[in-house]
T-cell receptor, first 115, second 112 residues
Framework: GAVVSQHPSRVICKSGTSVKIECRSLDFQATTMFWYRQFPKQSLMLMATSNEGSKATYEQGVEKDKFLINHASLTLSTLTVTSAHPEDSSFYIC???????????FGPGTRLTVT | EDQVTQSPEALRLQEGESSSLNCSYTVSGLRGLFWYRQDPGKGPEFLFTLYSAGEEKEKERLKATLTKKESFLHITAPKPEDSATYLCAVPPIEEYGNKLVFGAGTILRVKS
């Protein structure tokens, strides 16, 4: 149980283009989903919290117009990196919260490379 | 002020050499402490949740314990497949809701 998928697992895009990453909870409904960014050999940095049907809450310093988050259903959240630049290259990980306790269940991550 | 501090940053063990990882926290009114395992290039895998001092949980060669100030992840007779980064996390002090604040992690390498 508590399986979260992400798609794609890897993506390479050109500078200036946009990339969409999907996060799905496969066997439970997620009232809240989280998006993290992780740099090499560093811990997880929370970017934003998204609740189904409402606007995402972004952490300080995260550009909401650059990282668009949509949480259209209880099993799907998307992160769109708009007008990507090489400095956006990173490992993006989503997690889903099933609504009880505090445990979050993580997706496998998406490696974004912007050339 | 860091809310979660993990030590050591890295740990190298021989197969079968037991040891412990530490996670200290500064939040009061702890609403849970979480341990995750992360393999390179993958998302974190949930291991344990601890809610109150004195609580212990076990899974295979891992045992997590909790005091009022810190948590330990004990690894008994580790195997090479236990090599990973171990992360601990707590809900933040100043906010309610279900966010988590992660420590920097301990990179564990077990050599055969």
């Amino acid at each position: 149980g508590a399986v979260v998928s992400q798609h794609p697992s890897r993506v390479i895009c050109k500078s200036g283009t946009s990339v969409k990453i999907e996060c799905r909870s496969l066997d439970f409904q997620a009232t809240t989903m989280f998006w993290y960014r992780q740099f090499p050999k560093q811990s997880l940095m929370l970017m934003a919290t998204s609740n189904e049907g409402s606007k995402a809450t972004y952490e300080q310093g995260v550009e909401k117009d650059k990282f668009l988050i949509n949480h259209a259903s209880l099993t799907l959240s998307t992160l769109t990196v708009t007008s990507a630049h090489p400095e956006d290259s990173s490992f993006y990980i989503c997690s889903a919260f099933p609504g009880q306790g505090y445990e979050q269940y993580f997706g496998p991550g998406t490696r974004l490379t912007v050339t | 002020e860091d809310q979660v501090t993990q030590s050591p940053e890295a740990l190298r063990l021989q197969e079968g050499e037991s040891s412990s990882l530490n996670c200290s926290y500064t939040v009061s009114g702890l609403r849970g402490l979480f341990w995750y395992r992360q393999d390179p290039g993958k998302g974190p895998e949930f291991l344990f949740t601890l809610y109150s001092a004195g609580e212990e949980k076990e899974k295979e060669r891992l045992k997590a314990t909790l005091t009022k100030k810190e948590s330990f992840l004990h690894i008994t007779a580790p195997k090479p497949e236990d090599s990973a980064t171990y992360l601990c996390a707590v809900p933040p002090i100043e906010e309610y809701g279900n966010k988590l604040v992660f420590g920097a992690g301990t990179i564990l390498r077990v050599k055969s």
